[in-house]
């Protein structure tokens, strides 16, 4: 068989089953590969340990392997004690003469009075003698016994006359130990409850010795050879134990590359497999519908959108299902687009259906396409968890029957009793927050519908083509025009009386302003009270006299509507609301957003609701309240204080939370990165995707024997966590 689909969908589909690795170890004594047996096979790991190692998400051999040193320490360098000088790190060695543990007395105030414990050690060698000092590290002493040779690395302080070694890294040296612990560069590793950096050193060696030799290798001779890497077993040698500068960083490069390959070449066969199916809907062209939505725009679509629009429309209309990803930042004109995609589906024939995160972004979209789409005749229904049975059901028989041309709605849509009569297009908002194995579940729904799916946080392209590896990707990198300045401001909560009077004046200039209270916790209950208690306050307080409206996710859709209407009508002019607003609300004439607590929000969401404003011509104003608690909510602001820019938001975004939490990466069917890490290692991502594309146009099917134990590796590595999205 050749070059088929279903020989490209083996490669990662049976990997579900891929467990049984006999062909590949034919060594009866280990029918699993070396690298996939528990800990607890590792010599002196037993139960206890290995339940330690448990905490640490080390299950496997393969798991330890990959736990790499959180640093090195050189200890080729051993500073004679007579040669220390204050101000220095160094390493010293020598022989434990005595030691004391003092328990300081009641309160002395100031910053002592944290001190519990002091353990001090005098070491000695050849050349003199030093105090090793510990604060509250009081389970030391009981590895400290007099005699015991010790390797100390830490910082020499002169105290009075005598040197001190402060808080250093304590090795106790067993007479066998020397080549592991001492005399050379020395892995060291994040210390956890019961497990010391020396017994992690430990195990891990015995590992190496027991298991290393039966790795093999999965990088093909060409792809080591021109990217410069070591081998596997030197690899996972030298990342732990370096013998000299430099070894440890290039076995991290080649440990990172082989898994950022690994990832390309997955991705790339999932794209494959999509790119092969055919396509099933087939939508009408006759009607005015869509010219209609397009005269009935108050505004002309900007350059982009229209490029956007017509690549989704070519997409539409061409051999295979639309699978496109739409990035554009906040207040770009995504929803024109989707608007756009959804009348060509609805005059051809066929449903929409678009899919957002949670309840409040459902609803404001329901409204919005409503606004947009009533009065052309389409019909638009709502489908979330939160209503009741009777508006559910309602919701549900439409989209089966076909009575509604689009369906608004949350997860619920993809729930199994969810059918509709003929669905020709998937929407998917805020794309980030769902998963491939989502996408698949509401793509199920139709017969090879369209896709096209949305998103306000820009990441780099590599990365985009890598987490959304089976989609075409579009961006709109263009403002609607007219749009006024918007500036941004940070506050302490000491000055809300004077935030709260400018908002009094800019009412009187006939502005209207969003107040938006942080959601408390995971509860919508509890949130619409602490956004109804600030309304209070504010209208007794602070803005008493000011038209106010209030505005939160337990209110029922059409008191939502209505508030929002007098909102936009201009009879409420302070809106006070949870960040039920973050998505969708549309008022130009707002020109102020006071975020209060703004500091326990994420970048993405503050920047999501500072976009409400800056909608109009006039200047506006985003101001965040807070104390904030963390530095890192500090950075946040200060951030936003500092840019705009969606994409540098979103940058400092994958910096300050890291990939995984953001985009979700275990979401998209990725295995969790072990050694790389996609941000800092972009530039090997780069070359492992390109590695990978150059390697699959010679063996696109990995059929051939060097890639064997690539092909292996693929299998093992994704399981079914590759799910093939397109194809089920
Ligand atoms: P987002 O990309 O954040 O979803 P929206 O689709 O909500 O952005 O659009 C932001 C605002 O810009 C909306 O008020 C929308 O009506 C308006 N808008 C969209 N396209 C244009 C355009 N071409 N010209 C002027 N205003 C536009
Ligand atoms: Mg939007």
Redesign the pocket.
Known sequence: MGCDLQGTLDVVERSVSARDHSAVMPDSRIARPPLDHTVDHIRGVGPARAAQLARLGIHTVEDLLHHLPSRYDDRRVITPIGDLAPGTVATIRGTIRGVREERPFGRRGGPRRAVRSVIKAAITDRTGVVIAVWFNQPYLRGQLSRGAQVVLTGRVEQWRSQLQVQSPDLEVLEPEDEAMHAGRIVPVYPATEGLTPRMVRTIIREALEEFAGAVSEMLPEAVRAQHALMGIRDALWKVHFPGAEGEAEASRRRLAFQELFLLQIGVLIRRRAVERLPRTIRYRRDGDLTDRWRAS??????GA?ARVIDETHGDMFGPRPMNRLLQ?????????VAAAALVTCVQGGYQGAVMAPTEILADQHYL?FRRMLDPLGVRVVLLTGGMDVAGRDAGRAAAQRGDADVVVGTHALIQEAVAFARLGLVVIDEQHKFGVAQRALLRRKGAGPDVLV?T?TPIPRTLALTLYGDLDVSV?DEM???RGRVSTHWRRPADRAKVYEFVRQEVAAGRQIFVVCPLVEESEKVDARAATELHESLARGELTGVSLGLLHGRMRVEDKEQVMARFRAGEIAVLVATPVIE??V?V?NATVMVIEDAGRFGLAQLH?LR?RIG?GAARSYCILIDDPATEEAERRIRTMTATTDGFAIAQEDLALRGPGELLGVRQHGLPDFRVADPIKDLPLLEEARRAALDYLRQDAELRQPVSRALRDAVQRRFGGRLELAAIS
């Not at 725009?297 to 900007?302: I, N």
């Not at 554009?328 to 024109?336: F, H």
């Open positions: 725009l108050p505004f002309a679509l900007t959108q554009g930042d906040v207040g770009s004109g995504k929803t024109a919005t949305m306000a709109l609607p025009a007219g998505v969708g549309d130009p999501q976009g909608r």
